[in-house]
């Protein structure tokens, strides 16, 4: 069996390498959420964020709270995902503000 079967593949495509190096979400036990760069993992799933920082939500709001380089124990981990990029979420966000400012007429 050869690492270019598509058996291998998955194997490899379901894991913590698959994220590396990407902008990841982690729920924590206790509820926290931290958002960071993921950049190195062992097979304990510990986990090396770079650039991290704590999400706040209350009500519909939240906030980004920066603690930088940040060490995560794998037994605190309950859910990792990837996270989307801002700039087309902002690209999104600013065209929708238009259309709904449409009525307003500048000129």
Not at 75 to 92: F, Q, S, T
Not at 95 to 101: A, D, I, P, T, V
Request: proline content about 1%; hydrophobic content about 40%.
């Amino acid at each position: 069996m050869s690492w270019s079967d598509s058996s291998d593949h998955n194997l490899f495509s379901s894991s913590l390498a698959s994220y590396l190096d990407r902008k990841i979400l982690i729920l924590l036990r206790d509820g926290r959420k931290l958002l960071g760069t993921l950049r190195s993992f062992d097979q304990y799933a510990n986990i090396v964020l770079e650039g991290t920082s704590e999400r706040v939500m209350v009500g519909n709001l939240y906030c980004d709270i920066p603690l930088g380089l940040y060490v995560i124990r794998g037994e605190n981990v309950v859910l990792i995902g990837e996270r989307a990029e801002k700039a087309d979420n902002a690209a999104e966000l600013k065209g929708s503000m238009r259309k709904r400012m449409e009525f307003l007429d500048f000129d």
